[in-house]
C-alpha cells in the first residue's frame, strides 16, 4: 500500500471513529417503558417547569390512535404507553411529549372555563383552529426550555402516523425543522437582550 493510501485510511477511520462516537452521544436509546417511568418524567415535569398547572391536572394512560392528548374539561392529560413502547421512543421524545400535552394545560388556563371550550370550538373540523391549538402548546414548551425535546418528539411522532393521516398532521403541526429554526430565533433574542 502507498504511503498517501496508508495516511487517507488512517484519516477515514479515525474520522469515522469520531463520528460514531458522536451519534451515540447525541441520539438516545431506544427503551421500553413502565407506567411508574412515564409517571416520574411527568412528576419531574410538574416540579421543574409547569408548577402553575391546576393541582386537579392528572395523567392517566389511555389506549387510542394518537400518542397523547389533554383535556380542558376533565384536566386530564391521556398518553398512549403501547404507542410509545411499540414505535421505541427515546426519552427525550417522551419527555418532549409529555411537555407539549402539560403546555396544552397552561394554554387551557390562560382562558376562562367557557373561553377554553370556545378555544377548542371545531377542534376536529377545522385545521385551521386544530393548527392554532397545536401550535400555541408548541410555543409555550419551548419558551420552558423544551425545544430540543419537541424535535424528538415530533420525529417519532410523524414516524408513527399511518399514511392516511400523515398528510393532514403535516399540515397542522410544527416540522422538526421549524422547531429548531424557533429554538434558534430564541436564542438569538436572549443573547441580544444579553447584551443590551
Ligand atoms: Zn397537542
Given at each position: 500500500?502507498?504511503y498517501?493510501?496508508?495516511?487517507?485510511?488512517?484519516?477515514?477511520?479515525?474520522?469515522?471513529?469520531?463520528?460514531?462516537?458522536?451519534?451515540?452521544?447525541?441520539?438516545?436509546?431506544?427503551?421500553?417503558?413502565?407506567k411508574?417511568?412515564?409517571?416520574?418524567?411527568?412528576?419531574?415535569?410538574?416540579?421543574?417547569s409547569?408548577?402553575?398547572i391546576?393541582?386537579?391536572?392528572?395523567?392517566?394512560?389511555?389506549?387510542m390512535k394518537?400518542?397523547?392528548?389533554?383535556?380542558?374539561?376533565?384536566?386530564?392529560?391521556?398518553?398512549?404507553?403501547?404507542?410509545?413502547?411499540?414505535?421505541?421512543?427515546?426519552?427525550?421524545?417522551?419527555?418532549?411529549?409529555?411537555?407539549?400535552?402539560?403546555?396544552?394545560?397552561?394554554s387551557?388556563?390562560?382562558?376562562s372555563r367557557?373561553?377554553?371550550?370556545?378555544?377548542?370550538?371545531n377542534?376536529?373540523?377545522?385545521?385551521?383552529?386544530?393548527k392554532?391549538?397545536?401550535r400555541e402548546a408548541?410555543?409555550?414548551?419551548?419558551?420552558?426550555?423544551?425545544?430540543?425535546?419537541?424535535?424528538?418528539?415530533?420525529?417519532?411522532?410523524?414516524?408513527g402516523?399511518?399514511?392516511r393521516?400523515?398528510?393532514?398532521?403535516?399540515?397542522?403541526y410544527?416540522h422538526?425543522?421549524?422547531?429548531?429554526?424557533?429554538i434558534?430565533?430564541?436564542?438569538?433574542?436572549?443573547?441580544?437582550?444579553?447584551?443590551?
Open positions: 500500500m502507498s498517501s493510501l496508508t495516511t487517507f485510511f488512517i484519516f477515514y477511520f479515525l474520522a469515522t471513529g469520531c463520528l460514531f462516537v458522536q451519534a451515540a452521544h447525541q441520539s438516545q436509546a431506544p427503551r421500553q417503558y413502565s411508574a417511568d412515564i409517571e416520574q418524567i411527568y412528576n419531574e415535569l410538574r416540579q421543574s409547569f408548577d402553575d391546576s393541582e386537579k391536572s392528572r395523567l392517566v394512560f389511555k389506549k394518537i400518542f397523547g392528548m389533554s383535556s380542558p374539561v376533565s384536566l386530564r392529560i391521556y398518553i398512549n404507553i403501547d404507542k410509545i413502547n411499540k414505535y421505541q421512543w427515546p426519552e427525550d421524545a417522551v419527555t418532549g411529549l409529555l411537555a407539549h400535552e402539560l403546555s396544552h394545560m397552561v387551557y388556563q390562560r382562558r367557557l373561553g377554553g371550550m370556545f378555544y377548542l370550538w377542534y376536529s373540523f377545522s385545521i385551521a383552529r386544530e392554532k391549538v397545536e408548541d410555543e409555550i414548551a419551548i419558551e420552558r426550555g423544551y425545544g430540543k425535546e419537541l424535535v424528538q418528539e415530533r420525529i417519532y411522532q410523524f414516524k402516523e399511518d399514511t393521516n400523515i398528510k393532514k398532521q403535516n399540515k397542522i410544527y422538526p425543522e421549524d422547531l429548531e429554526g424557533m434558534d430565533s430564541m436564542k438569538s433574542i436572549r443573547h441580544m437582550n444579553k447584551n443590551e
